[in-house]
């Protein structure tokens, strides 16, 4: 009976451990991104589908409502942001670790042809040593410009590509090529 | 004028004309072509004041007919507009002048941008359109005329492209920055754009043609005005960007957060 107990409850660590080894095996690429409205949201999925890749999203402790995001109106507060260059947004939501990925997509919407201030607060709170970075962003229309290079310099570690501009409603066979022509 | 001076100002002409159209085609260049063919048509444009810095000299001497008068103001404009143009662009350089960035507040400077590139193009158009006549001289009256009905349908059409893509937004500092649609095939957006282009030069010719009033001035009248209402027609049976058999390389996609303008406001309903 004592033997049989034994057993299985070798067998249940065994499971167990398993289970837990499961849980701890992450991909070793990242998509991290913000996204405002969705469209860029939308990407980011669709890329980490594609490459297989862990999904991190950038949270703002205070979240853009829609009249924050009213570009007609100077005074708002996506428009002020951007017009001021040191200032830092701050993050909410839960932090990550990004010590293991080899490869990090990171991306975000155009706002006033540049990265959205939030995305330099996260650059520069996080070690990218050792890892790719591929920056990405979605726009009405502007390129991704100097935004991947302005991340690049503030983050201050990792070996920055050049990263490009994704349509909104990319199609996955579309992002599948990006991702190889980046090898 | 002797053949190896003209050849040298066609070219001159024929390339600004050519840089234009692929200019206004930003989402089919890419950002960093975009930005050095504006490298590219602003040698263009100083090389053509150069070559015709005979008309600089003599802009005080002697007699103002209309045609002149016409000229020299559209001219005067086109220049101020292609400058400030230019002048904006580099302000916001990633990759041809990245230093010059920011120099001015990007923000203003962008829509400054946008606004007079757009004013640029209509200008150029009237401007090409005005020298049209000097250009078809050899041709018999009855081909011209045949020539300004057949161009008299596809400015029309111009018209309307250039209406429902949203243009008269950036005309009138409505356009904080620009919404392209990538997904379009960019032989199409140039297509367009030589169909806009073509109403402007229309007008511009037909124009030129009655201050010139050298045929009679009624026929060019009668001919800009169809061709304003096969435009205005066409925008008006059909509204819907989505249904519209042109879809638009300009197309000022619904603008979040309450940006209303003129054009998006009707297409919405």
Not at chain 2, 65 to 77: D, E, G, I, K, P
């Amino acid at each position: 009976m004592k033997k049989a107990i034994a057993i299985m409850m070798a067998l249940c660590l065994l499971l167990g451990v398993g289970a837990l080894a499961e849980e701890t095996v992450r991909s070793d690429a990242l998509v991290i991104y913000f996204s405002a409205t969705g469209t860029t949201k939308g990407v980011a999925e669709k890329l980490a589908n594609v490459t297989g890749a862990d999904l991190y999203e950038i949270v703002p402790a205070e979240p853009y409502t829609d009249e924050d995001l009213n570009y007609s109106d100077r005074s708002t507060r996506a428009t002020r942001e951007q017009d001021d260059p040191q200032t830092r947004p701050e993050i909410g939501g839960e932090d990550i670790e990004l010590t293991g990925y080899a490869t990090v997509y990171i991306g975000y919407p155009i706002w006033w042809g540049e990265e959205p201030r939030i995305m330099c607060t996260f650059v520069e709170s996080h070690d990218f040593t050792g890892i790719t970075v591929i920056p990405f962003c979605t726009s009405g229309g502007s390129g991704i410009g100097r935004s991947g290079d302005d991340l690049a310099q503030l983050a201050g570690s990792g070996d920055w590509l050049k990263g490009a501009r994704l349509n909104g409603n990319v199609g996955e066979d579309e992002l599948r090529a990006w991702v190889d022509g980046l090898k | 004028m002797r053949t190896r001076q003209k050849n040298l100002r066609r070219t001159v002409d024929i390339g600004m004309t050519v840089l234009l159209l692929l200019q206004m085609a930003y989402q089919a260049t890419g950002e960093a072509a975009h930005e050095w063919l504006g490298m590219g048509m602003t040698a263009l444009v100083i090389i053509h004041q150069i070559i015709n810095r005979r008309w600089y000299a003599s802009t005080f001497k002697g007699r103002y007919t209309a045609y002149r008068a016409v000229s020299a103001c559209l001219n005067a404009m086109l220049i101020v507009s292609f400058a400030l143009t230019a002048l904006c662009g580099m302000a916001m350089s990633n990759y041809a002048v990245p230093f010059l960035y920011g120099v001015v507040r990007v923000s203003l400077v962008r829509m400054a941008h946008l606004s007079m590139s757009h004013w640029s193009f209509v200008l150029m158009g009237l401007h090409l359109g005005l020298h049209v006549p000097a250009m078809l001289q050899g041709l018999k009256e009855k081909v011209r005329r045949a020539l300004s009905a057949a161009c008299a349908a596809v400015a029309g059409v111009g018209l309307y492209l250039f209406l429902r893509n949203g243009m008269p937004d950036y005309l009138f500092f409505r356009v904080p920055f620009a919404f392209l649609d990538y997904e379009k095939a960019g032989a199409l957006v140039l297509l367009e754009n030589v169909a806009m282009l073509l109403f402007w030069a229309f007008m511009g010719w037909q124009a030129a043609v009655a201050l010139r009033g050298r045929e009679r001035r009624w026929v060019s009248v009668a001919l800009m005005i169809v061709a304003v209402i096969i435009g205005m027609a066409l925008n008006a049976a059909l509204p819907n960007r989505e249904e519209a058999p042109f879809s638009s390389g300009w197309s000022a996609a619904v603008p979040r957060a309450g940006m209303e303008t003129i054009y998006t406001q009707r297409s919405l309903s």
